[in-house]
């Protein structure tokens, strides 16, 4: 039998740090990743047959729980008419139908390989349309490896972005501004200064690649009016939260209207997909429908429409967000209960569908600065007692955990009954 630790061996000398994507390589937890040979509803098996009640869920995409049946005889009657075409296939047409049916934001949408191109793809575009250089991030939210989002606050006054990475031009990180999330003043302050300069501002409307910070009551509506009083487009980078914190993801859930949004994860169904979209006159500028240039060989990949296709119908049934979020609070009122029983500090944040486990004293954790003071030892601790107990959390204290509506009653039981233990652990 091969083991994990034999693969990560081999993978070590071809492939680098062993991992295609870094924070698969437990890293921030210590010790070595095992190699799932096969998932199923809640669970992974590892290759070495150890099974893992999993709340990563691929990093979001399997919201149904892994190897739904539909989405794999989707896959499997797609495939059998060929690969890709490199021509338009009619299930480009029903998947754009279906987003812009689900969100009705989004008026016209084109489909790209991943989040990363969606995101990239929208601040392109956003620049283009409004003759604009600057964008406006905050801090902990992320929105993939593009070269403008690799950027942390200056120090300046006006926060002129420094690269987070070697490889990213300098001249182009300057052109990035940085804000605290839920902080409204510094908002105001940067637009009251430099407003007619921001072609956008993108933000994860619910932060989750900080853990899980939730916006504060008001605060998406207020960034909305400052980009409409300052004629910068507003983007929802829905990568992680749509379709997921309500069928038409956050903007759903918080009554807004941006200009753009970003998706991916759970519109590929486990394929690799992603999707920006908007306000018809904006997209309308895309080539060849205008001249802001960008495309892809894979995109609208046939097999990975049907996969998407057969998840999106799967989250739209009635009832699947209620139950979603039945189970979120199930599992998060557990935590809650079994940290407080082993004496651990523990805040939580949930929204249907991911929750955020925070070890502080604080109440409550809003800020970017808050999340990043929790005591990552404890958590590290606790990651390794629940993963000794068969449950696979995030591999990092600044990750969202996930809730898949396979995750039963008895699943979540069984969660609650490892925290206990490994609440006691990390506590000691
Ligand atoms: N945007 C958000 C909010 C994300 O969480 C991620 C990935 O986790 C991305 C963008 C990038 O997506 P991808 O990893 O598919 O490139």
């Known amino acids: 039998m091969t083991t994990n630790h034999e693969l990560f061996q081999r993978a070590q000398a071809r492939i ?24 199923d509803g809640a669970y992974l098996w590892d290759v070495e047959g150890t ?39 009619a299930a480009e047409v029903t998947m754009a139908e279906a987003i812009a049916a689900i969100v009705p934001s989004v008026e016209v949408v084109r489909m790209v390989n991943s989040g990363t191109e969606a995101t990239m793809s929208a601040i392109r575009l956003a620049r283009g349309y409004t003759g604009r250089q600057r964008i406006v991030k905050f801090e902990g939210c ?9 950027v942390k606050a200056g120090s ?12 990213v031009p300098k001249a182009l990180a300057d052109l990035t501004l940085t804000l605290p999330y839920n902080d409204l003043g510094a908002a105001q302050q940067l637009f009251a200064e ?42 929802f980078d829905e990568v992680m939260t749509g379709f997921r914190v309500a069928l038409g993801g956050a903007q759903a859930h918080y009554g807004i209207t941006p200009d753009l949004s970003t998706f991916g994860k759970i519109i590929g169904g486990g394929m690799p997909v992603g999707a920006y979209g908007g306000r018809r006159e904006i997209m309308q ?28 119908d799967l989250v739209r049934t009635p009832d699947f967000h ?91 039981a069984a969660t609650i009954e490892a925290a206990r233990a490994a609440f006691r652990d990390a506590a000691t």
């Open 16 to 39: 680098p740090g062993g991992v295609n994507s870094p924070v698969r390589a437990f890293k921030s937890v210590g010790g070595e990743p095992f190699f799932t040979a096969r998932a």
């Open 51 to 89: 099974r893992y009640i999993d709340y990563v869920g691929s990093w979001g995409p399997m919201i149904v729980g892994h190897n739904h049946p539909s989405v794999r005889e989707a896959v499997e009657r797609a495939v059998r008419d060929g690969l890709s075409f490199g021509t338009p296939c």
């Open 142 to 150: 992320y929105h993939g490896h593009g070269d403008a989002f690799l």
């Open 156 to 167: 300046g006054a006006l926060t002129l972005g420094v690269p987070t990475s070697p490889g």
């Open 194 to 235: 430099h407003g007619d300069e921001i072609a956008a501002l993108i933000i994860e409307p619910v932060a989750g690649n900080m853990n899980c910070i939730l916006p504060r009551d008001g605060y998406l509506a207020a960034l909305r009016e400052l980009c409409t009083k300052h004629g910068a487009l507003l983007i």
């Open 285 to 312: 500028q895309v080539a060849p429908a205008g001249p802001i240039y960008q495309a892809g060989t894979l995109s609208g990949n046939p097999v990975a429409m049907a996969a998407g296709l057969a998840m999106l």
């Open 322 to 412: 209620a139950q979603l979020d039945r189970r979120t609070r199930l599992v998060t009122d557990g935590f809650a209960a079994a940290a407080a029983e082993a004496g651990v500090p523990l805040a939580i944040n949930r929204i249907c569908g991911m929750f955020g486990l925070f070890f502080t004293d604080a109440a409550k954790v809003e800020t970017y600065a808050q999340a990043t003071a929790c005591d990552v030892a404890t958590f590290n601790r606790f990651f390794h007692a629940m993963l000794a107990r068969g449950v696979y959390l995030a591999p990092s204290a600044f990750e969202a955990g996930f809730v898949s509506i396979a995750h039963t009653d008895e699943v979540i």
